[in-house]
């Protein structure tokens, strides 16, 4: 069964939804989140990788070689962060090409500002540099073929149940990579 990726620039609710489905359904699905490895400063990214790009996907391929063999388990994985889906399949690719739905999570820039302003207290990320992260994200899910599920107005509770919806197969859209 293919495991679910939630991908999306801060404020698009990635940690939100699948926080709220690790409390909810924690017997069903395992939820992965892709700053369980830590994330180092600026500095240390480019000293270890070269660049934040080249950090975000050296650790990307990291976590789908873990991912991969717990795929094969038939248990519903979920796993969420901030990267590219290019790096995605890099990751897949090297880890013996799992079988995976990315879902880019997008919102409009009001709703992101908002969220990260005043919802998470987060003044700092609400900025041209997000938002331009944002847009890029956007064009790269429309050219591949990804999901895109904009969060902007739907509830919690929607998005819950579409992102459940992948997990347990009743779903898959022509996005599975393999």
Known sequence: MPFVVLIGASGSGKTTIVRAIAQRYADEV??????QIGVPSVERMI??????????RAKTIEWLARLAPLSRSGRPLLFEGQTRLSFLAEGAEAAGGPAYLPILLDCDAETRSRRLTVEREQPELANEDMMNWARYLRREAKRSGCEILDTSTLS??????????????SHFPDGVRR
């Open 47 to 56: 000293a270890e990788c070269g660049s934040g790009e080249g950090w975000q």
């Open 30 to 35: 395992e939820v992965f989140y892709f700053d």
């Open 156 to 169: 919690l509770e929607r998005c819950i149940v579409h992102v459940m919806a992948r997990l347990r197969g």
